[in-house]
């Protein structure tokens, strides 16, 4: 099932266990635009090359439209509307003042030079920028950009509307960008897995934890267990996998990734299949790479009594159902990824006020959005008698009903 299955199915459920009107359902999942826009540009031959750049601005009964900007082959306006329709509710569970947006340009980022992407990049911007802006919709990084690709918008914004460092967030700190926003969805992540584990009453430093992708999700999120106490068992990422019973040496591992660019050669650690990481033997499993890893052939294999979902939709509802009848609880993406966008929240706060913070103040606001959130869900787990996904989307979907209702979406 495709990722905009899904998240409508999820949503519809949500619906459904809320009791909304039909009509207000339906007006909730249509999105508000749907933008797509040829980007044509030289590339360094002087050949001309085409590519297609789009922008799905889902929701903003609550706030300013959020979502990243993916570069990426697979991007389809299907997918950006499945994950434009996910951060409406993501920035809703979480409780920051924004709906959702995605974007992206079905591209192959690392067979275009720096000044062919920054060419292309700038060619986007010069196409949506007045369909994007500080109250409206403020993009940020995902799939296959950083904070290089949101100078360049940053700086072409700017050359239409003034100096707006507002515009977009994940931003290189020198031009706006806010401290602990590298580390933001890692830690954010850590946060909802300490919130989780509390619960049952345990802790990290008890446990055993698999990480799928060592990208900046993966690896943040593995340095702090580290630093907890946790054992961090197995770690995977396109390079290949590694695994030891007795915790990897997580500084060590980033150092040796650093120096070589790839995982495996790793002393401290034997080389594994990739494909066995997500059924190793361990309490606590955490994608961090792609959608759908979880799906009906592996699902009964899962060792893990936890997982928690720090990319978006690795589940597959087939698999949901599976883990959920073995018992394993799942911390869903639209919550447990959350500490992105909290942060990119910050990070915009502190340009309108243009009053920066210091790191430990991020990271102590990040830890009580999270930890409130988490409360929250459990609260909606309680009065609808559903699990953590549901607990999530009927949060997120309730907020933004309210917020269509209260505003008056029949007029």
Known sequence: MNALAATNRNFRQAARILGLDSKLEKSLL?????????????????????YIGFRVQHDNARGPMKGGIRYHPEVDLDEVNALAQLMT?????????????????????KELSLSELERLTRVFTQKIHDLIGIHTDVPAPDMGTNAQTMAWILDEYSKFHGHSPAIVTGKPVDLGGSLGRESATGRGCVYAAEALLAEHGKQIKDLTFAIQGFGNVGSWAAKLIHERGGKVVAVSDITGAVKNQNGLDIPALLSHKEAT???????????????????????????????????????????????????????????????????VLILPDI?????????????????????????????????????????????MCQTHNCNLRMGAFTLGVNRVARATQLRGWEA
């Open 30 to 50: 249509i999105p508000f635009r749907e933008i797509k826009v040829e980007c044509t540009i030289p590339k360094d031959d002087g050949t001309l090359v085409s």
């Open 89 to 109: 509710w993501k920035t809703a569970v979480a409780d920051i003042p924004y709906g959702g947006a995605k974007g992206g340009i079905g591209c192959i980022p």
């Open 261 to 327: 660019g790839k995982l495996i050669d790793f002393s401290g650690g034997d080389v594994m299949s990739s494909d066995e990481l997500l059924t190793h033997d361990c309490d606590v499993l955490i994608p961090c790479a792609l959608g759908g890893v979880l799906n009906r052939e592996n699902a009964d294999y899962v060792k893990a009594k936890f997982i928690v979902e720090a990319a978006n939709h690795p589940t597959d509802p087939e698999a949901d159902e599976i883990l959920s009848k073995k018992g």
């Open 335 to 379: 919550y447990a990824n959350a500490g992105g966008v909290t942060v990119s929240y910050f990070e915009w706060v502190q340009n309108i006020q243009g009053f920066m913070w210091d790191e430990e103040k991020v990271n102590r606001e990040l830890k009580k959005y999270m930890t409130k959130a988490f409360h929250n869900l459990k609260n």
